[in-house]
């Protein structure tokens, strides 16, 4: 090998080794810069992650899925710590509430959104748990609870219920029980009673008789009482007649129109509890003849028209009832 490609090999190992030498630092220098960017990139990610967990621990900036709890526990979330718009869904009644801005107080109240309670009306809530801002709430009650089955809707109108519809059911006394629970706001709750038959309706204060019910009158000649309501035959018994409001019966002497009375008068009009229909016939009697002087003897014997004999117009025999 020459001196001149001695000297050239040498000075291109060492161009190569400074080279080298001066990449180290810019390769090290490079990578420090990739895990720079990464690390800022996570912390990045970290701090909106802090933000995140942040505002879910700050109610008052989110508006977003609704808080799940009972209905007892909807005091312990404060409308104002939320925007308008936080739903609040109770898991017991299976009803929901949502934040609004109220305009009487200028703050955030938790008001009745949607959804039906429903529940035995034992448990039927009232004040202090409800309030104005539950108004339009909807109860059905269900169940049969001493007897009587409830089955109607109300709405609370803000300080108590309303009856909408429904009918309930139950045993006479029922109705005494039910005067000291309904309220004024109640009027027009529908009651069929199963002792006697009747209906009631509430008027705000007591029961009354509903559409077309009476009690005390009475119906026949027929063979058998009419088939809706309860009925006693008059045949001079007591007989516990009911009453509008619901109070005890009263006890009722009925007349006897249907056989022969106390005095032992038969009572003609009824027949007794026969259906038989009996032909009229003419009277008969005995008559004197009437002379040439136009003298005229006195009549011997008549016999009046009886229902015996057939001399009375067609009868219809049947009985008579009276309502109870």
């Known amino acids: 090998m020459s001196n001149t490609q001695e000297n050239f090999s040498t000075a291109s190992l060492a161009t190569t080794s400074a080279d080298l030498k001066n990449a180290q630092p810019q390769r090290l220098n490079k990578q420090q810069q990739l895990q720079d960017a990464g690390i800022s990139n996570c912390q990045t990610q970290i701090n909106a992650l802090t933000a995140q967990i942040a505002a879910l621990s700050t109610p008052s900036t989110i508006a977003s899925l609704p808080i799940e709890d009972l209905r007892a526990n909807l005091s312990n979330y404060p409308a104002t710590n939320y925007k308008v718009g936080r739903q609040f ?158 109070s005890a019966p009263a006890n009722v002497v009925t007349q006897n129109l249907n056989g022969v009375s106390a005095s032992g008068n038969v009572v003609l009009a009824s027949g007794g509890f026969s259906t038989t229909i009996v032909a009229a016939s003419a009277s008969t009697g005995t008559a004197a003849a009437v002379t040439a002087t136009g003298s005229v003897n006195a009549i011997t014997s008549i016999n009046p028209p009886s229902s015996l004999d057939g001399g009375m117009p067609p009868l219809y025999t049947g009985s008579w009832w009276i309502r109870v």
Do not use: K
């Open 89 to 246: 869904f109770a898991t017991d009644w299976r009803v929901t509430y949502i934040v609004v801005l109220d305009s009487g107080s200028g703050q955030n109240q938790w008001y009745y959104e949607s959804g039906m309670y429903e529940a035995p009306f034992p448990i039927r809530p009232g004040t202090p748990l409800l309030g104005v801002y539950d108004q339009g709430l909807e109860y059905r009650a269900l169940g049969i609870s001493a007897g009587v089955n409830f089955a109607i809707t109300e709405r609370w109108n803000g300080s108590g219920w309303e009856y909408l519809y429904g009918v309930s059911t139950g045993p006479y006394p029922s109705l005494m029980t039910l005067a000291g629970q309904l309220t004024a706001t109640e009027i027009g709750w529908s009651f069929n009673e199963t002792t006697y038959g009747h209906n009631h309706v509430w008027s705000g204060s007591v029961w009354q008789w509903g559409p077309g019910e009476m009690s005390g009158q009475t119906v026949g000649p027929q063979a058998n009482p009419p088939n809706v309501g309860v009925w006693q035959a008059c045949d001079g018994s007591t007989v516990q007649i009911s009453q509008p409001d619901g």
